[in-house]
């Protein structure tokens, strides 16, 4: 005679309940080998070297401005300066795929991988992976928003931004909080430069020349790039501890106001030449990097 099936009971589990924890594993690895694919990886890696462009174009209008010019020294300014070209649309989509990808490419990373890691160090990794996919992520919908023809100022919504978090609850211990966190990424950034910790996520050229040029092109980049949080940061805590938001402006206003400083127009063009290194350092990791 046939059993009759359990239908409830202590220990009894529901029939549905195995499928749905076997959808649901289904379901992710489809996710993981679909964001680990080799077409997104080269797409992804283009997402390096969009942010190189553009870290390009701000040192290059670092520079002008230190030589007495003008122009805007921050992303905005720089895909700005992209969606002005004959083929701006196509440059300006064709950028948000790359970065778009990447972002995809860092969740998956956050969500997927460095299992194998002790958790301290786990969490650490999936942690910056996840922020990596924000700034990507962020990236993306700036060039989204030029493309569409909605882009705007940078430094007027980074100060409109200032204002309506100041007069938030708390809103300026978060600014002050922003702007340290911000000084401090710069800081990391510089140390990571000079200790060369970008290296171990290269596959460095085997050629002493090679290896030579991309290092040089990683300390510098990295040096500037720190030293240009630092500012960003600084100008929004000074900005907050005086109660005046507008003067907030991102790194634009704080590489302007870099440039009034003693000797200001010297430090600034360094700077500006330490971005342009980092730009084609990027575009350099979107070969070499280890994905």
């Known amino acids: 005679m046939k059993a009759p099936e359990v239908t409830s009971g202590a220990g009894a589990e529901p029939a549905e ?52 010019g003008e122009g805007k020294a ?22 948000f795929a790359a970065c778009v990808a990447l972002a995809l490419w860092q969740t998956s990373d956050a969500i997927f991988d460095f299992e194998h890691l002790p958790a301290k160090k786990k969490l650490a990794k999936k942690l910056k992976a996840a922020l990596q996919a924000v700034v990507y992520a962020g990236l993306a919908v700036t060039l989204a928003s030029f493309a569409g023809g909605v882009g705007k100022d940078d430094s007027t919504s980074t100060s409109d931004l200032t204002v309506s978090v100041m007069k938030a609850p708390g809103g300026y211990a978060l600014l002050l909080a922003i702007g340290a966190a911000v000084a401090v990424t710069g800081i990391v950034y510089a140390i990571r430069g000079f200790r060369q910790s970008f290296a171990k996520h290269l596959r460095l050229p085997s050629a002493d020349a090679g290896r030579t040029a991309v290092t040089v092109l990683g300390v510098v980049g990295y040096a500037a790039k720190g030293v240009a949080l630092l500012l960003a940061g600084l100008l929004i805590i000074i900005a907050t501890v005086q109660v005046r938001p507008e003067e907030s402006t991102g790194l634009d206003g704080g590489l302007k106001g870099l440039r009034e400083q003693p000797f200001g127009m010297y430090m600034l063009a360094a700077v500006g030449v330490g971005l342009i290194c980092y730009g084609v350092f990027m575009v350099v990791r979107a070969k070499l990097a280890k994905m």
């Open 17 to 68: 309940g195995p499928n749905i924890k076997r959808e649901l594993e289904g379901a992710a690895d489809a996710a993981e080998q679909i964001t680990n694919s080799r077409a997104l990886e080269l797409v992804a890696r283009a997402g390096f070297a969009v942010s190189g462009a553009l870290h390009f174009l701000v040192g290059v209008v670092s520079i002008r401005l230190a030589l007495g």
């Open 74 to 95: 921050d992303v905005s300014g720089a895909v700005g300066q992209l969606a002005s070209q004959p083929a701006g649309p196509l440059l300006l989509w064709s950028a």
